[in-house]
């Protein structure tokens, strides 16, 4: 089955959700996010995270619509968060 191509505004909702993975996963690692959650928990929310972001980064539209910067920030946000998880 053919992967549907999201529109252009798709594509920049789909990209913003990402970072908001992003900015969760390094809030997590910087201490800033979920203070209160066990080890447990915040290693099995990075992890569910960067499972998101690797399946978004593989997905062709998606990667077209990031910029450089973007795509930067992405892949080292995963590989952060799969260091963080262990």
């Not at 998101?52 to 910067?69: D, N, R, V, Y």
């Amino acid at each position: 089955m053919a992967e549907i191509t999201p529109t252009p505004e798709e594509v920049q909702q789909h990209i913003r959700a990402a970072f908001d993975s992003v900015n969760l996963i390094n809030g997590i690692i910087a201490g800033t996010k979920m203070p209160n959650a066990t080890l447990q928990e915040k290693k099995a929310t990075v992890s569910r995270n960067v499972e998101h972001l690797e399946l978004m980064i593989s997905k062709t539209w998606f990667a077209e619509g990031c910029t450089p910067t973007q795509t930067t920030n992405i892949n080292d946000c995963i590989s952060a968060g799969n260091t963080y998880v262990g």
